[in-house]
Structure formats: C-alpha cells, structure tokens
C-alpha cells in the first residue's frame, strides 16, 4: 500500500465491506501496536470522507469470497473491480433544492430562538402569572414553528426519498 491508494476494509467474518479510505502513509508494520489487540501488524493510516457499508459482499461480489483470500489477508484488485467497488459503496448525491434547504434552516434557526426565548422566561424574575402567560404565548409559537418543520422534512424526504420516512409511503 502506497499513500494515496484507494482502500476498503472488508471484514471476512461478517461478510461486510466499508469504504472507501484513503492512505494516508505508506503500510507499515505496528503502525499502532494495540489496534486490534495487535492481531493485525500490517497497517496504513488513512483518511474518509464518508463511510459507507455493504453487507453481504462476497454475494455481489464474488472475488471478495474468503477462499481469495492468502495471508497476509490483501487482495489486490483489478481497476475495474475497484471501479465496481466505488460505486457501490459512494452514495448517490441527493440535491437539496435550495428555497427548501433554506426553509428548514430558517426553521431550525427560529426554533433555536423560541427554545432560548422559554429558558429566559422561566429564569426571569417578575409576577409568576406574567411568567406563566409569557411562556405559553412563547410556547405556542413554538409549536407552530415545530409543526412548519416536521412539514418541511416530510417535504424533503417526498422529494428526495433521503430519510425514507415511514409517513410518506
């Protein structure tokens, strides 16, 4: 392994792959010394941007079937075997679109504000009916702007299918 080469981690046992990392230093030997509790010398330090994970690999990808595979447990693949890998392992890039992206935040940052808004006027000082009508007229637009948020996700998610929410099937 040379730093900058293109890594997957694939667990033999559990028939899991993740990835992709990047090398970050060459491979070397006891890079450190108690990962793993030391059962696997062979190490190479390495960066990510996102991982992701695919189960049941060696079903979809049959090179990567245990008996591939001879101490020291590497295996080198082809380019298009790693092409292949790639893009099954890099998720697909979903497109906010940006009035909605700007709705949610707009919301998050308006409930962050009622949610301070509540604290300072439980913690203020003053007639505790005053306080108490206060907190519920705060309350209330909180609710509003709680309920304008679960609206805008739900939206999203119709758009974008990215949570998969169960309301919108």
Request: without cysteine.
């Given at each position: 392994m040379r730093k900058g080469d293109i890594l997957f981690l694939y667990n033999i046992d559990t028939d899991v792959l993740f990835g992709p990392f990047i090398a970050e230093s060459d491979g070397a030997l006891n890079i450190e010394p108690d990962a793993w509790d030391g059962r696997f010398p062979a190490?190479?330090?390495?960066?990510?941007?996102?991982?992701?994970?695919?189960?049941?690999?060696?079903?979809?990808?049959?090179?990567?079937?245990?008996?591939?595979?001879?101490?020291?447990?590497?295996?080198?693949?082809?380019?298009?075997?790693?092409?292949?890998?790639?893009?099954?392992?890099?998720?697909?890039?979903v497109m906010v679109p940006d009035q909605l992206k700007f709705e949610i935040q707009q919301l998050d940052l308006d409930i962050h504000t009622l949610a301070h808004r509540m604290e300072e006027i439980m913690c203020s000082k003053g007639h505790l009916a005053d306080r108490e009508i206060n907190l519920d007229r705060v309350k209330s637009e909180f609710i509003a702007k709680m309920r304008d948020f679960v609206w805008a996700v739900r939206k999203l998610d119709k758009q974008t299918g990215i949570l998969e929410l169960p309301s919108n099937k």
């Open positions: 190490q190479v330090r390495v960066k990510w941007e996102a991982i992701s994970i695919l189960r049941n690999a060696s079903a979809k990808f049959g090179y990567l079937k245990v008996s591939s595979f001879k101490p020291p447990y590497t295996l080198r693949l082809s380019e298009e075997q790693g092409r292949e890998l790639l893009k099954a392992l890099t998720p697909a890039r």
